[in-house]
């Protein structure tokens, strides 16, 4: 299996803020990756795709990087309403997850 | 509206079956894969299991293979989770989502809202 490697497990910013969140394949992917939110009770919602590509509707202050082994995910200027897990999950072979970043409000 | 509903979760015995049922609607369900993904209270996500558009292919998690199968009625637009000798840590909530391709590569897009199973 293919291991995703999230950092940190969490962060506390301000409103504003930028925020990013690390990930890592313990081997090349290519750019088959993706990035979910998970807000508390609520099942996950799709956000980046394919490593950089984003999903329809979701705001543009999300944002996406990385091939290989190496992703990064962004929030140009962290809302209230972001607080939410975020977790990267990779196709190349059969899916697996990141542990997950929860993010919180400073 | 995409939507996908699951139906099934409940408290059974360690050793015990369940089958998870899931409902979809909104789109072509035969063009696309269909996934199990579960949460454990309080942890991260697991992919469980995946069957291909057609139902030809099916992948599972080393954690679930040999007691699990997926399966789908293309003419009922409903993929199902049967879950055999089921151990306290299978306890979590089951998600089925919709994948977009017809295979396990590419992004679940639509997830529906979970169904929580307890072993104990």
């Known amino acids: 299996d293919i291991q995703m490697t999230q950092s940190p497990s969490s962060l506390s910013a301000s409103v504003g803020d930028r925020v990013t969140i690390a990930c890592q394949a313990s081997q090349h992917i290519r750019n088959y990756l993706n990035w979910y939110q998970q807000k508390p009770g609520k099942a996950p919602k799709l956000l980046i795709y394919?490593?950089?590509n984003l999903e329809t509707g979701v705001p543009s202050r999300f944002s996406g990087s990385g091939s290989g082994t190496d992703f990064t995910f962004t929030i140009s200027s962290l809302q209230p309403e972001d607080i939410a897990t975020y977790y990267c999950?990779?196709?190349?072979?059969?899916?697996?997850f990141g542990q997950g970043t929860r993010v919180e409000i400073k | 509206e995409v939507q996908l509903l699951e139906s099934g979760g409940g408290l059974v015995q360690p050793g015990g079956s369940l089958r998870l049922s899931c409902a979809a609607s909104?789109?072509?369900?035969?063009?696309?894969?269909l996934s199990w993904v579960r949460q454990a209270p309080g942890k991260g996500l697991e992919w469980v299991a995946t069957i291909s558009d057609g139902g030809g292919s099916r992948y599972y998690a080393e954690s679930v293979r040999g007691r699990f199968t997926i399966s789908r009625d293309n003419s009922k637009n409903t993929v199902d989770l049967q879950m055999n000798s089921l151990r306290v840590e299978d306890t979590a909530v089951y998600y089925c989502?919709?994948?977009?391709?017809?295979?396990?590569?590419?992004?679940?897009?639509?997830w529906g809202q979970g169904t929580m199973v307890t072993v104990s």
């Open positions: 394919d490593a950089s």
């Open positions: 999950q990779q196709y190349d072979t059969l899916p697996t």
């Open positions: 989502v919709k994948g977009r391709y017809i295979n396990y590569r590419g992004a679940a897009d639509v």
């Open positions: 909104g789109f072509t369900f035969t063009s696309y894969a």
